[in-house]
């Protein structure tokens, strides 16, 4: 079988596509709380691999482990953080650039010869704050690097690169960032939704999918008219 390693495999996101995989897929499951990661192994039969992508160990630790074998490597890891940016503590950026984009970035460009090699994959969990969200100004920026590395990677690695946009996601991601999701649009989608897209974007070799779908108009008025995206995003949701 081939082997699929998956960041934040211990919950959410990352768990549901561990799942989702599960069966056809060798899989190398990567997180930091270990009864969490071990629950989840036990019910894909994945193998779990404890490490903090908050530091080079962490991001070395996973590199050793998938190093020669990894086909498919999926980064779900990331936290957010919401408040003004005046508010945000310097060590708060430093996590976030960290763990939702220094670790993915390392990562990938330590394991590229192996995914060359084995004609393989990368698949990256954005966010729909890519195309940028007030009060979350820090997480915008990691997830827009995230989405601007995976555009240029797909021109320049010859492997498949598909990168996933959601929108608000029910997983205990809010509780972490310590505060809830309070819009009352759009709904959180299901996180089975999300790996649902990200594993049929990987076997269609799609390159980016908003989730859900009806999300891409918000980066098509952003991409076409950035002035008239912020005033709509200002009217919609005003600081
Ligand atoms: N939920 C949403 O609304 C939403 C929307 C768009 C994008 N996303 C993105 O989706 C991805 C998954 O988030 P989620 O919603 O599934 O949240 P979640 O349930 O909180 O899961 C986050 C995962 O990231 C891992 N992680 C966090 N910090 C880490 C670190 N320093 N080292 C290693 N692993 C770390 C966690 O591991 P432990 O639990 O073991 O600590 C956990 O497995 C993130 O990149 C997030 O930015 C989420």
Redesign the pocket.
Same mark, same amino acid.
């Not at 960041?7 to 549901?16: E, K, L, P, R």
């Not at 990567?30 to 270990?34: F, K, N």
């Not at 980064?75 to 957010?80: D, I």
């Given at each position: 079988m081939r082997t699929a390693v998956v960041?934040? &495999? =211990? =919950?959410? *996101?990352? %768990? &549901?596509v561990a799942e989702r995989l599960a069966g056809s897929w060798d899989l190398l499951l +990567?997180?930091?709380?270990?009864a969490?990661?071990a629950a989840v192994a036990d019910r894909t039969g994945g193998r779990s691999l +404890? /490490?903090?992508? /908050?530091?080079p160990d962490?991001v070395e630790a996973v590199r050793a482990a998938a190093d020669g074998r990894v086909t498919l490597l999926v980064? %779900? %890891?990331?936290?957010?953080a919401a408040g003004p940016l005046a508010d945000t503590s310097a060590a708060c950026v430093d996590?976030l650039m960290?763990?939702?984009l220094v670790?993915p970035v390392q990562l990938t460009r330590a394991l590229l010869p192996t995914l060359v090699a084995q004609r393989g994959h990368v698949a990256f +969990? &954005? =966010? *729909? &704050?890519a195309i940028g969200v007030a009060d979350e100004v820090v $997480?915008s920026a990691?997830?827009a690097g995230l989405r601007g590395f995976a555009d240029a990677l797909r021109l320049e690695a010859g492997i498949g690169v598909t990168t +996933?946009?959601?929108?608000?996601?029910?997983?205990?991601?809010?509780?972490?960032r310590g505060r809830p $999701?309070h819009r009352r649009f759009p709904r959180?989608v299901s996180?089975e939704r999300?790996a649902a897209a990200l594993v049929d974007g990987v076997r269609r070799r799609r390159t980016e999918m908003f989730v859900p779908g009806w999300l891409t108009l918000g980066a098509r008025v952003h991409g076409a008219a950035p002035a008239l995206f912020a005033r709509l995003s200002r009217r919609a949701d005003p600081h």
């Open positions: 960041t934040g &495999a =211990s =919950s959410g *996101i990352g %768990a &549901a +990567v997180g930091r709380d270990e969490r990661l +404890v /490490a903090d992508l /908050a530091g962490g980064h %779900a %890891a990331g936290l957010g996590e960290q763990v939702n670790a +969990v &954005a =966010s *729909i &704050a $997480y990691t997830k +996933v946009l959601p929108g608000a996601v029910d997983t205990p991601y809010f509780a972490r $999701y959180p996180p999300v």
